[in-house]
């Protein structure tokens, strides 16, 4: 079972809509958590990395979200651009190690 | 572009043989790290060395090796391959454990 899941498995939203992708983990220790973003047939781009003290970061229309607690985190991507179409990866890190995300699989349309 | 290189960008082999593959690093970067990603899944974790020493490993068997020289390069060597090991195998590099790390454009790599 991953440890790592993702929801939805894919979304599809008309260019210029906000849209907010999820992450519930089950991993421990906790020691940072990451969200990537993956165009087909490229690696993976860092989007924001959050450690156990941190609740929200941004980049840009980007902004993650963590509550460490319940062990979930957010994504939330804001005024959508054709060029959002990815895949997004969510990524826990129990101290020497990354399990990552099956991803979120974005397509924006005009 | 994210200054993380790989290569070769394919390569094509036949059970039972063995690969190496290499990996570039951003400059001034200490850290790399190797994962497999099937199609259609997310990357898997394989390895990480920081300055020159493994760091942390996933769940894969010992046939899957590596090594980071003194310039912060790396090597991933695959032995005994199986039709499994097809995937594309990603390399990042980081400055530090914590920190961003840039992926490279990959290795595609094909068992028959």
């Known amino acids: 079972k991953n440890q790592v899941e993702q929801s939805p498995q894919s979304l599809i939203i008309l260019e210029g809509k906000n849209c907010t992708l999820q992450c519930n983990y089950t991993v421990s220790p906790f020691s940072n958590l990451r969200w990537y973003k993956q165009d087909t047939g490229r690696g993976p781009v860092s989007l924001t990395i959050m450690t156990f003290s941190e609740n929200t970061k941004s980049n840009g229309r980007y902004t993650a979200t963590l509550d460490a607690d319940t062990k979930q985190s957010s994504l939330h991507i804001t005024a959508s651009q054709l060029s959002d179409s990815a895949s997004y990866i969510c990524?826990?890190?129990?101290?020497?190690?990354?399990?990552f995300g099956a991803g979120t699989r974005l397509t924006v349309k005009p | 572009e994210t200054g993380v290189t790989q290569s070769p960008t394919h390569l094509i082999k036949t059970r039972g043989q063995q690969v190496t593959l290499r990996c570039s690093s951003q400059?001034?970067?200490?850290?790399v790290s190797w994962y497999q990603q099937a199609l259609g899944q997310g990357p898997q974790f394989i390895f990480q060395?920081?300055?020159?020493?493994?760091?942390g490993r996933g769940n894969f068997p010992p046939r899957f090796s590596g090594l980071q020289f003194p310039n912060y390069s790396s090597e991933l060597n695959v032995n005994a391959l199986e039709l499994d090991d097809s995937a594309l195998y990603l390399c990042a590099s980081s400055w530090g454990l914590v920190e961003t790390q840039y992926f490279g454009p990959g290795t595609r790599l094909l068992v028959l």
């Open positions: 400059s001034g970067h200490n850290t």
């Open positions: 060395y920081y300055r020159e020493e493994e760091n």
């Open positions: 990524v826990v890190s129990p101290n020497n190690d990354m399990r």
